[in-house]
T-cell receptor
Framework: QKEVEQNSGPLSVPEGAIASLNCTYS??????FFWYRQYSGKSPELIMS????GDKEDGRFTAQLNKASQYVSLLIRDSQPSDSATYLC??????????FGKGTMLLVSP | EAQVTQNPRYLITVTGKKLTVTCSQN?????MSWYRQDPGLGLRQIYY???????DKGDVPEGYKVSRKEKRNFPLILESPSPNQTSLYFC???????????????FGSGTQLSVL
C-alpha cells in the first residue's frame, strides 16, 4: 500500500511569512509529485507539479523534491490570508493513479 | 467553459435506496475517477476509468459501481447505500492518464451525500 504522509496541522503563520508544508512518501518508484490546494467546501485545484530533484518555482510557490529522502515540500513566500486552505500532496508512479496525502491545513493570520 | 459537472450537489437518502451521482466532462478527457473525502482520511479513490468501457477499482471500491459507456460520462452508482457511505464525493478527469509534464486532475464541485 503506497503511503503519502502529511502533518495535518493546522500550520499557523502570520501574513508575510514563509509557510513550509512537508510530505513524505513510501514508494521509491514514485515519479510524479503534485500539490493541490483545497479551500473549505471546495474542490482541490492543482498549484504545483514537480518531477525532478531540486526546486521548482512558480510565483510565490516553490516545490522542492528530494527522491533519495522520499520527501517533497511546498514553500509559500509572503503568505496571504487568501492562502489559508488545506494543501494536499499527491504522488504517482508511472502509469498508476494518484495517491493523496490527508492534507495539511494552513492558516495565515492578518 | 471547460469543466467537470457533478450532480446533485447535495443528496440525503435512506439506507438501501439505490442512487446515482452523475459526472460529465466536456474536455474530451480519457481518464476519469471518483474519490471520496472524509475527515481525517483524506481523498481516497473509489474507481477510475482509463477510457470508454475500461474501469478499474481504486482503494475503496466496496459498495460502489461505475460505468463508462461514453467518454464524457462516468456515473457513480450506490446500489444499496449504507450510513458509512456518508461522505463528500468528487469526480475528476485528466487528459493524461499515462503521465506527462502537464498532467493535472480537473475536479468537479463535489457531492455531499448523507445516508440515514
Amino acid at each position: 500500500q503506497k503511503e503519502v504522509e502529511q502533518n495535518s496541522g493546522p500550520l499557523s503563520v502570520p501574513e508575510g511569512a514563509i509557510a513550509s508544508l512537508n510530505c513524505t512518501y513510501s514508494d521509491r518508484g514514485s515519479q510524479s509529485f503534485f500539490w493541490y490546494r483545497q479551500y473549505s467546501g471546495k474542490s482541490p485545484e492543482l498549484i504545483m507539479s514537480i518531477y525532478s530533484n531540486g526546486d521548482k518555482e512558480d510565483g510565490r510557490f516553490t516545490a522542492q523534491l528530494n527522491k533519495a529522502s522520499q520527501y517533497v515540500s511546498l514553500l509559500i513566500r509572503d503568505s496571504q490570508p487568501s492562502d489559508s486552505a488545506t494543501y494536499l500532496c499527491a504522488v504517482k508512479e508511472g502509469y498508476s493513479t494518484l495517491t493523496f496525502g490527508k492534507g495539511t491545513m494552513l492558516l495565515v493570520s492578518p | 467553459e471547460a469543466q467537470v459537472t457533478q450532480n446533485p450537489r447535495y443528496l440525503i437518502t435512506v439506507t438501501g435506496k439505490k442512487l446515482t451521482v452523475t459526472c460529465s466532462q466536456n474536455m474530451n478527457h480519457e481518464y476519469m475517477s471518483w474519490y471520496r473525502q472524509d475527515p481525517g482520511l483524506g481523498l481516497r479513490q473509489i474507481y477510475y476509468s482509463m477510457n470508454v468501457e475500461v474501469t478499474d477499482k481504486g482503494d475503496v471500491p466496496e459498495g460502489y459501481k461505475v460505468s463508462r459507456k461514453e467518454k464524457r460520462n462516468f456515473p457513480l452508482i450506490l446500489e444499496s447505500p449504507s450510513p458509512n457511505q456518508t461522505s463528500l464525493y468528487f469526480c475528476a478527469s485528466s487528459p493524461y492518464p499515462e503521465g506527462g509534464a502537464n498532467e493535472k486532475l480537473f475536479f468537479g464541485s463535489g457531492t455531499q451525500l448523507s445516508v440515514l
